[in-house]
């Protein structure tokens, strides 16, 4: 009974290089969301998916930040030309899409270390 | 526009004895409340959960109060253990209708220390 699985778990990039993080949601659910922690923060919303549909992306940056969660395969959130200050522990939870009283369960995070 | 907080950054309580941790919210079309526990370098695990149609959820020792005409919710831990030291964040949701649906808006998180 696999969790959430996100990877990889530490990435490490050069400014203006390109990170892709990928999540596998648990078994049985359709509902993929991405937060964003960064240092002595706590998490920050970035996107809401379902499969092949984006429903909420109001918590991601305007521009270098998308999402996507394909018909097949993991859901990714990649960063084009990543800076500094992207530097963050990005987590990925997944639910089964129950609407009002769907419980979120996370991943063990992705954290980006830009150089 | 900080709509769910938690005004503790720490906590710190003797084992054996009970922990409260607090939560204030601002957002009325929340509707469901979470508390997650994170480790450091991990990811936040669900611990306990109540809808705003409930005023008490509790499972083993961890116990959530949610007061709505206050904005505000609890959870209590009893009897607090050495294991329980953690960060602990509380999250709020809104069904269908609002902005926040669907996504979770958490506090900063309280730091509980639990002395042997």
């Known amino acids: 009974n696999a969790g959430v699985m996100q990877n990889p778990r530490h990435l490490v990039r050069r400014r203006g290089q390109e990170a892709r993080l990928r999540c596998s949601p648990m078994?049985?659910?359709?509902?993929v969301y991405w937060y964003r922690q960064l240092p002595e923060e706590g998490l920050k919303f970035m996107v809401y998916?379902?499969?092949?549909?984006?429903?909420?992306e109001s918590g991601m940056p305007k521009e270098r930040f998308s999402a996507e969660f394909p018909k097949e395969g993991p859901s990714i959130l990649r960063i084009q030309q990543v800076v500094r200050g992207d530097s963050a522990a990005y987590f990925c939870a997944s639910s089964p899409g129950l609407g009002s009283g769907d419980t979120q369960y996370f991943g063990p995070g992705t954290r980006l270390t830009v150089l | 526009d900080q709509q769910v907080k938690q005004n503790s950054p720490s906590l710190s309580v003797q084992e054996g004895r009970i922990s409260i941790l607090n939560c204030d919210y601002t957002?009325?079309?929340?509707?469901?409340f979470l508390w997650y526990k994170k480790y450091p370098a991990e990811g936040p695990t669900f611990l306990i959960s109540?809808?705003?149609?409930?005023d008490k959820n509790e499972d083993g020792r961890f116990t959530v109060f949610l007061n709505k005409s206050a904005k505000h919710l609890s959870l209590h831990i009893v009897p607090s253990q050495p294991g329980d030291s953690a960060v602990y964040f509380c999250a709020a949701s809104a069904g269908a209708g609002g902005t926040s649906y669907g996504k979770l808006t958490f506090g900063q998180g309280t730091i509980l220390t639990v002395h042997p």
């Open positions: 957002n009325s079309m929340f509707d469901y």
């Open positions: 109540i809808s705003s149609i409930k």
């Open positions: 998916l379902q499969k092949e549909n984006i429903i909420d």
């Open positions: 078994k049985g659910h359709s509902h």
